[in-house]
């Protein structure tokens, strides 16, 4: 293997690791996701800066949205609370519970006091709300980054002013550029997959919210199949979005929703790891164990990263060949 193709992987490799390393997971997803967007947008419109402003305005969209749900949810949150509350009351009495609360306010009270109590709590916050804007500020720029790469590829705009013209540099970025490309093929394929999987189970989604007859439910079913393109923790921002709203309902409904969701949420992960697998052509068992350690290493980011970089590395790994002395080497270790 020549130099500059061992130095693209290891560019590769150590982006991928700094990312899991410096918890930079969920801008360089931002950034794949956003030049998924703008290559799809792309394809129907055949135009870029036509891609670029439907891209903006999905975005918008989708921020609009998540705002608007964010800020009914809070309003709306007593209401829910004095109605739901008494429910839960009552059967925690039938069943001799003792609930430290009784209705909102009292709910108020009690998380006020546990709060107080637990000063480390409110470090805790603190630390979560530096880290989520941080998150922020890096999605922001992974927006940028998806947005420049889109108009203008490659790390080296200016080759044909340079004195050689093979010289290390280039050739390098040329390799580089050519590992980062096939690892975007891999993820716009999981990707193909992960839309399949997401339909399916906004399609049992609906059946419920239209039988169960639930408020906003063309909305609800939208945000299903947005959140679903985002895997396992879609459906988890999807299913708390669609228990509250029942919760407004009745805790009947409610307690429903939830039973059916988790049902949905399990099925999930065989979907995941049936359709996915078949996609990457990996086994079932080993695309489940790729999920369990990417979500080990890199959390959230790493369950979806996870299934990528396996195809990645079963593409880059039939590229090379064996040569026929070491192949019966490989046959006999196998054996």
């Known amino acids: ?7 693209s992987y290891a560019v590769l490799a150590a982006t991928i690791i700094l990312a899991g390393f410096l918890n930079l997971g969920a801008p360089l997803l931002v950034m794949l996701f956003s030049y998924f967007a703008l290559r799809q947008l792309y394809y129907f419109s055949r135009k870029k800066w036509v891609a670029l402003v439907l891209f903006v305005l999905l975005l918008a969209a989708v921020v609009t949205v998540g705002a608007y749900i964010v800020r009914a949810a809070i309003l709306a949150f007593p209401d829910v609370a004095d109605t739901s509350i008494p429910s839960a009351s009552a059967w925690a009495q039938k069943r001799q519970i003792e609930l430290p609360f009784t209705d909102f306010e009292s709910l ?9 109590e637990e000063a480390h709590y409110f470090r805790n916050v603190a630390n979560f709300a530096k880290s989520a804007t941080t998150i922020l500020v890096f999605s922001v720029l992974g927006v940028v980054a998806a947005g420049s790469l889109f108009f203008k590829t490659g790390l080296d705009p200016y080759r044909g002013t340079h004195r050689l013209k093979n010289n290390l540099y280039s050739i390098c970025c040329d390799q580089v550029s050519r590992r980062f490309r096939d690892f975007y093929r891999s993820f716009a394929t999981v990707m193909g997959a992960q839309i399949t999987i997401s339909l399916i189970n906004t399609a049992l989604t609906a059946i419920f919210l239209l039988a169960a007859q639930m408020p906003h439910a063309p909305l609800l079913i939208a945000v299903t199949f947005l959140c679903g393109l985002v895997p396992i923790v879609g459906n988890l921002v999807s299913n708390t979005i ?14 429903s929703a939830l039973v059916f969701l988790i049902v949905i949420h399990k099925l999930e992960y065989l979907l ?3 359709i996915i697998g078949d996609r990457i052509r990996n086994p079932v068992w080993l695309t489940l164990i790729a999920l369990i350690l990417g979500e080990r290493l890199m959390g959230i980011p790493g369950l979806i ?31």
């Open 272 to 274: 995941n790891s049936k």
């Open 305 to 335: 990263l996870a299934p990528v970089v396996l195809n990645y590395l079963r593409v880059e790994m039939l590229t090379v060949e064996v040569p026929a002395a070491r192949e019966e080497q490989v046959e006999a270790l196998s054996r």
């Open 108 to 116: 108020r009270q009690v998380v006020v006091e546990t709060l107080r």
């Open 242 to 255: 669609i228990v509250f709203i029942a919760l407004t309902v009745s805790l009947k409904l409610a307690i």
């Open 1 to 7: 293997m020549i130099t500059p193709t061992r130095v």
